[in-house]
């Protein structure tokens, strides 16, 4: 089975702290996505990467930077945390394929800025 | 640009119920889409999936068939379950395109005994 392992699953930080949030990947997929998840705004991309040290802006990347030194790993990070970052955040993979293709999320992080 | 449409909800139904939740996608090229749930407190999980025209994805029960005519992609199920309480997203990914699916907003199911 495909996993998807997100580090922390409940995180609290205070605002303005720097805050990383690591996602490894066991299926050698090319394609990796941090998402985040609100109550009535649905899935939010953030970053996606399509190969080691590529990386793309996604709709929100605002107060966010990722990290993609190694091909299972992609991290997201929160420059300087604050309240309005309080979220689910979601990392997921998927291969790249000639048949569309399945995305695998992992089971998310509970961020909580305070 | 991709796009795709679920119904709002949350769709209340009692337990053996049947359910349909609509979507309806628009895509430049020939999809492949998809249905993904997430129960409470999860990352979401593929339910099923279907690559072509007319074909019937299945799983646990649930069922969703591609119509090119119609764009559509509808989930449905004959008797639901309250552990069927979730939230379902339909999704399109192009083959040979971007490497971005495209979600709908979520579906939210709750299924009372």
């Known amino acids: 089975d495909v996993k998807v392992t997100q580090s922390s699953r409940y995180l609290v930080k205070r605002t303005g702290e720097k805050v990383f949030l690591e996602c490894v990947q066991d299926?050698?997929?090319?394609?990796m996505f941090w998402y985040r998840q609100d109550p009535g705004l649905g899935l939010r991309l953030i970053y996606f990467?399509?190969?080691?040290?590529?990386?793309e802006k996604g709709d929100i990347p605002e107060g966010y930077s990722v990290s993609r030194e190694k091909k299972e790993r992609f991290s997201l990070i929160l420059e300087s945390a604050s309240t309005n970052q309080t979220s689910m955040y979601l990392c997921?993979?998927?291969?790249?394929?000639?048949?569309?293709?399945?995305?695998?999320f992992g089971e998310g992080s509970w961020l909580t800025v305070v | 640009g991709n796009s795709v449409t679920q119904m709002e909800g949350p769709v209340t139904l009692s337990e053996e119920a049947f359910l349909t939740i609509n979507c309806t996608y628009t895509?430049?090229?020939?999809?492949?889409l998809f249905w993904y749930v997430q129960y409470p407190g999860e990352g979401l999980q593929l339910l099923l999936k279907a690559t072509k025209a007319d074909d019937k994805g299945s799983n646990k029960g649930f069922e969703a068939t591609y119509r090119k005519e119609t764009t559509s992609f509808h989930l449905e199920k004959g008797s639901v379950q309250v552990s069927d309480s979730a939230v379902y997203f339909c999704a399109l990914s192009e083959p040979g395109g971007s490497y971005i699916p495209t979600f709908g907003r979520g579906t939210s199911l709750i299924v009372h005994p």
């Open positions: 895509a430049t090229g020939y999809p492949s």
């Open positions: 997921a993979s998927s291969p790249t394929t000639t048949s569309g293709n399945t995305i695998y």
């Open positions: 299926m050698d997929h090319e394609n």
């Open positions: 990467s399509y190969d080691v040290k590529m990386k």
